[in-house]
């Protein structure tokens, strides 16, 4: 089945017009990776409801794309104008922009996009040898170990963004519960309509993606003043000299395409972390450490590589359980589900050529970034240039002309833009948007599994802690949650 | 005295936080009180169980100053597992200035003010009129408040309205009708 499902999976992506959205997904990903403020969230947040047309596959391989090249958008902006275009790339400034104030732009951007090549198709490929054993795990998991599932996700994030335990939670919990308008899943039961038709359906998870991350961004972007750069950039030194910097350290591209997947898989954590862990091990593991955050080619290649890394890794929890490692990988759950594709065995299993041909899109994405970035290089610079009030107002029209036209339902409109208000102040005050978004996308799954677990079980909740998977899963979530402060307390107590 | 200087008054008395809060709190209390008079039992454990997280930690949030030093220190401290290094943060400051409380353009709202508002204010006209004919004044609002080039603005006018017939013509939705005035559309 897995061998047929490759190769449905390998001529599904080079039929026409299939392929084509590769080669239009991944520049996309690379302008809005490069515009500082905007990155793959916002990006694919946009597009997402442009995809409504389209077939499943298709839709599906577009986003990945964008996906993907957009991890390596955001290391121009990194290293031309010391401003990362997304969190991934942060910890790239710190030596990627004296590369560039050296004379070595040019250098500095070729190590990025082979580093990102390289990564991205090693944690996809390996996604690809481990989703026999993905399927396996898959498929032992029932009702209750769904439920759990999505809270341990939202308890996962809640530890692992910053900010109070509690403040997590309730963004959490507050996502799964404004799920809960409309017609109940299990009875039919209207909840919480105030009578009026068009909140029968209840809060649209797209919408809310469009509000959080394209309407919340573009709120806190419209206070950055004008362009990111009014001047001209040096475009300097040797494109090739950064290949080979790159294809002379190539267990050291896979080590931090590796640490990128690992972390990428814990749901919350991103490339964001990855990207300063991977610098952070580099530093650590080299011979001259004096020289990181002067210009060290190195430190390039490991946050580069490792934020690519995070693209396969962060699918694991996506495809296997529904719980988005991270903000993009959210976007690209809400895909799934606006697309008729459950996450869990039915990827698995009826769709596993159409996952296989979204992980081979991928695999072609970093040939085309490496492609791309090496001989497009000379003109990454004019994307930093561009004016963010040129931006808002087309990501406006997007947003609110996308969140109507995905069931011609004001009551979405209005979705995207409490949500997209309310996101804002949360990020201000350093609540998570990515568990809120989690529970929005989760609390049907999340409903759904839990009633049906109860009704297994007559009612009791013991359901949960029974089975040998529920009662893992149930451990699992209260050491993360409690964990953190139990430790201390315990180790202080031994010592 | 300006428009600005009430406004700023305003903001520096009003902590955002709380807002978020009283949100989350009201509509949580709404929620776990509402559940009660629903019919079927299955319909209402969800909502109760997630409402009443809502409601239970908002109150936390809300009460944290007069919380004891132990609980206020659970609440409020992170509890990462995994946390990014900082040792290696560069010194230089990023680039891009960002002043959620000013406008760049010297206008009386705020930047941030102005785009949540005229944000609301393109969704609640599209609703009333129809968003193909309120895109392109919204694009020119904008720009004009931002004071943008002419050029730059003709172009964001027209790519708005490219976008706008593109979604009605390629998705087929009705967005030349508004729900309250030109109901009839094109």
Known sequence: MVVESIFEAIA???????????????????????????????????????????????????????????????????????????????????????????????????????????????????????????????????????????????????????????????????????????????????????????????????????????IAEIIKLAAQEGGITDTGIEMDGNVFTGIKTVLSNPLAAIKYGYIGMFIGAIPGAGATVANFFAYGEAVRSSKDEASFGGGNPMGVLATEASNNGTIGGSLIPTLSFGIPGSGATAVLLGALLMHGINPGPELFADELATTYSFLLALLIGNVLILIGGVFLVTKLGIITQIDTHLIIPIVVVLSVIGGYALDTNWFDVGTLVILGILGYFMIQHDYSVIALLLGVILGEIAEENLITSLIISQGSFDIFITRPISATLVALTLFILLGPFIVPKIKGYIR | MTIK???????????????????????????????????????????????????????????????????????????????????HQSDEEPKIKEDPAQSTVERPLPDSVFAAVITIAYALTGYVAGLLWVTPLFALAYGVWFKLQWRSIAVVVSLSILIAVGFMELINIPIDTGEIINQGGL
């Open chain 1, 12 to 214: 599904t992506l080079f039929s026409w017009p299939t392929f084509g959205w590769v080669l239009i997904g991944v520049p996309i990903g690379v302008i809005v990776g490069a515009l500082p403020g905007v990155g793959s969230s916002l990006g694919m947040a946009i597009i997402l409801p442009l995809t409504l047309p389209l077939q499943p596959t298709n839709a599906l391989i577009l986003l990945v794309s964008v996906y993907s090249g957009s991890m390596y958008g955001g290391s121009v902006s990194a290293i031309l104008v010391n401003v990362p275009g997304t969190g991934g790339s942060a910890a790239t400034t710190l030596d990627g922009y004296p590369m560039s104030q050296n004379g070595q732009a040019m250098q500095a951007l070729a190590i990025a996009a082979t580093g990102s090549a390289i990564a991205g198709f090693v944690s996809v490929a390996t996604l690809f040898v481990l989703s026999p054993v993905i399927i396996e795990v898959v498929l032992a998991f029932g009702s209750p170990e769904y439920f759990l599932m999505a809270v341990l996700g939202i308890a996962m994030i809640t530890v692992v963004v910053r900010g109070s335990l509690v403040k997590g939670l309730i963004s959490g919990a507050f996502g799964l519960m404004i799920t809960t308008i409309g017609i109940a899943p299990n009875a039919p039961e209207l909840r919480f309509t105030f009578g009026s038709l068009s909140a029968f359906d209840g809060v649209d998870f797209i919408a809310a993606l469009i509000g959080v991350f394209a």
């Open chain 2, 5 to 87: 200087s009430p406004f700023e008054r305003v903001v520096e008395r009003t902590n955002t936080e709380y807002i978020v809060l009283l949100t989350m709190l009201c509509s949580g209390s709404y929620m776990l009180w509402e559940s009660r008079t629903f019919q079927a039992d299955v319909a209402m454990v969800f909502p109760q169980m997630t409402a009443g997280i809502v409601v239970a930690g908002s109150i936390l949030l809300l009460l944290k100053p007069i919380l004891p030093s132990r609980l206020h220190s659970i609440i409020t401290d992170g509890s990462q597992i995994v946390e990014p290094s900082t040792s």
